[in-house]
């Protein structure tokens, strides 16, 4: 979000599943609160979109995420998330243990 300058992103398609028990550590019951409330039109910051990127990757919760000028997260199976923006910004080196490849989300 940074490297694009987007201070929020859209909760859209939310479809919460809310299923804690296969997790093999507990969640905080802030995170597990969020999980449940989450609604269609929820504007997520920074901290909120982590929140809700553990969730969905934990196959606890699905959502699509969007932003401003094409931004988009989607999450996969897997453990994949797809992020698209209409322009590539540099990655920062921090991010170079990262698979990154140019594909299109099959979820859009």
Not at 10 to 39: N, W, Y
Not at 47 to 52: D, S
Request: glycine share 8%; net charge negative.
């Amino acid at each position: 979000m940074d490297l694009c300058r987007l201070s929020r992103l859209e909760v859209i398609e939310a479809e919460p599943q809310c299923r804690f028990g296969h997790l093999p550590c507990p969640i905080e019951d802030e995170t597990r609160r969020m999980a449940v409330s989450i609604k269609n039109g929820a504007f997520l910051d920074q901290e909120g979109v982590g929140k809700v990127a553990r969730l969905a990757l934990r196959e606890v919760f699905w959502c699509k995420l969007l932003g401003e000028h094409g931004f988009y997260v989607h999450f996969g199976h897997d453990y994949y998330m797809y992020i698209g923006y209409e322009f590539a910004p540099a990655l920062p080196s921090r991010f170079e243990k990262l698979f990154v490849e140019d594909f299109p989300s099959p979820y859009s």
